[in-house]
């Protein structure tokens, strides 16, 4: 089962930051927070992920708390084509072999 | 271009009927796995494998087999399809293990009849 808890809805106007929150309520230490997105039933895309520290890239910011139980994906411009099932996953190398436990998501979708 | 890529991308079949779905990867990865996605499931592993011949099972491995007997190619097997074996298939690969993005084949929709 998934370990991380997102609401399973959102809705975001197009150009304005969308603010996607996951809970990570049994995060270890040695997992890393990441986030992917799937479009209709594409395969899955990797967004970002971090471990401690706040990380961007040219696709989106992402914030961790500092007792690091819950992050936020920030999507700063986000346009239709950012509609998609949002994905916080907690993972890490060694043990899990790289598994990635999917959740329910988020259903992010973007009004014009 | 780098790319994981799946065929057939989609497939009827008969139960019973032995059928292979195939994954290539072109960024020399060492880690691959397959997973399926089904309605309110959510995306679950099959099988993974960390390097050449070495696979092991993921979270529902029943009624599949794979192989790796090339770095870039990591077939799934299904020997005696199933109906409850219906369903949309992602292959994945990454460079290691940890910390590093996985990349997602486009998905192959397999219909189990």
């Known amino acids: 089962d998934a370990k991380t808890t997102q609401p399973p809805s959102m809705d975001c106007a197009e150009g304005r930051a969308a603010n996607l929150p996951c809970n990570h309520s049994t995060i270890s230490g040695n997992e890393y927070v990441y986030w992917y997105r799937q479009i209709h039933s594409q395969g899955p895309q990797y967004i970002i992920h971090g471990l401690k520290n706040n990380e961007t890239n040219e696709m989106a910011s992402l914030i961790i708390t500092e007792d690091r139980k819950s992050s936020t994906l920030i999507l700063p411009h986000a346009t239709l084509r950012d509609t998609a099932v949002y994905y916080c996953?907690?993972?890490?190398?060694?043990?899990?072999?790289?598994?990635?436990?999917f959740g329910q998501g988020t259903i992010l979708t973007v009004h014009p | 271009e780098a790319q994981v890529t799946q065929n057939p991308r989609y497939l009827i079949t008969v139960t019973g009927k032995k059928l292979t779905v195939t994954c290539s990867q072109n960024m020399n990865h060492e880690y691959m796995s397959w997973y399926r996605q089904d309605p309110g499931l959510g995306l679950r592993q099959i099988y993974y494998?960390?390097?050449?011949?070495?696979?092991d099972k993921g979270d529902v491995p029943e009624g599949y087999k794979v192989s790796r007997k090339e770095k870039r190619n990591f077939p799934l097997i299904l020997e005696s399809p199933s109906p409850n074996q219906t369903s949309l298939y992602f292959c994945?690969?990454?460079?290691?293990?940890?910390?590093?993005?996985?990349?997602f084949g486009p998905g192959t929709r397999l219909t189990v009849l």
């Open positions: 996953i907690d993972a890490a190398g060694g043990t899990s072999y790289g598994k990635l436990t």
């Open positions: 994945a690969s990454s460079q290691g293990l940890a910390n590093n993005e996985q990349f």
């Open positions: 494998s960390m390097n050449v011949e070495v696979t």
